[in-house]
């Protein structure tokens, strides 16, 4: 069973920068498709960005130019670099890991406001 562990959220000026820690554990695979996704409260769940199978990356275009999906070098890690955050980008944000099921974690509240 894979398990997901996020950290690294938290509340944030408008223009302030944060960085979302996800961890997966739980397996001796490694795990091509990671990625994060986000929920704000009365919205569905939206992908944030991704590593694939093939191993590109894709960003939602809301966040393009401001955030950056990387891998660690601990295996099965991924961050989420977030610059320029504005009050949209406030959500509860998931880690994701596809590997045969689709894993999630816990979340982690990240709030942008002055």
């Known amino acids: 069973q894979v398990q997901l562990v996020e950290s690294g959220g938290g509340l944030v000026q408008p223009g302030g920068s944060l960085r979302l820690s996800c961890v997966a554990s739980?397996?001796?695979?490694?795990?091509?498709?990671m990625g994060w996704f986000r929920q704000a409260p009365g919205k569905q769940r939206e992908l944030v960005a991704r590593?694939?199978?093939?191993?590109?990356?894709t960003y939602a275009d809301s966040v393009k130019g401001r955030f950056t999906i990387s891998r660690g070098n601990a295996k099965n890690t991924v961050y989420l670099q977030m610059n320029n955050l504005e009050p949209d980008d406030t959500a509860v944000y998931y880690c994701?890991?596809?590997?045969?099921?689709?894993?999630w974690g816990q979340g982690t509240q990240v709030t942008v406001s002055s």
């Open positions: 590593f694939t199978s093939g191993g590109s990356t």
């Open positions: 739980g397996t001796s695979f490694s795990i091509n498709s």
């Open positions: 994701n890991a596809v590997l045969g099921d689709w894993y």
